[in-house]
């Protein structure tokens, strides 16, 4: 049941650093509405749910806070180590198994993603809730399916 629990967390940690870093990028040559408008390019589950202005861009301010709590956790190597992973599109879920977090890296990464989930959660409406539970069953369904 951890290791469930842990490889969600660090999906949704791949994903947030993912989307985080390609709006960083983006940032720095252009102004927030084309950050916004560039990670919706992406397809993600969040440019389903009809998100506002408002909701889009306190989900920035939140994955933003995200990746500051993160850095915080990991080490200098292991900030490198994940970047130049996730620069390469490589590893997935399994990326974190490779960094050697410690007990304590787990548990407080566990907590940051919880938080941040909570956190985005609290911003949406019932039914874009609805549709998030949604396309969260299909990609469980889909790893199932694919550990098969």
């Known amino acids: 049941m951890q290791l469930k629990?842990?490889?969600?967390?660090?999906?949704?940690?791949?994903?947030?650093?993912?989307?985080?870093?390609?709006?960083?990028k983006a940032e720095a040559n252009s102004s927030l509405p084309l950050v916004i408008a560039q990670s919706q390019e992406k397809g993600g589950v969040f440019q389903r749910l009809g998100l506002t202005d408002e909701q889009k861009t306190k989900i920035q301010e939140i994955r933003r806070s995200t990746r500051t709590e993160l850095d915080k956790i990991l080490t200098e190597q292991q900030r490198e180590q994940l970047?130049?992973?996730?620069?390469?599109?490589?590893?997935?879920?399994?990326?974190?198994?490779?960094?050697?977090?410690?007990?304590?890296?787990?548990?407080?990464l566990r907590q940051v993603m919880q938080s941040q989930k909570t956190q985005i959660e609290a911003l949406l409406t019932t039914e874009q809730k609805e549709q998030l539970q949604k396309h969260r069953e299909q990609m469980r369904a889909r790893r199932q399916q694919r550990n098969m």
């Open 5 to 24: 629990n842990l490889s969600l967390i660090c999906g949704i940690l791949a994903l947030s650093l993912t989307v985080t870093s390609f709006a960083v």
């Open 83 to 108: 970047k130049t992973t996730m620069q390469n599109r490589q590893g997935g879920r399994r990326v974190f198994d490779s960094l050697n977090l410690s007990d304590e890296q787990k548990n407080q």
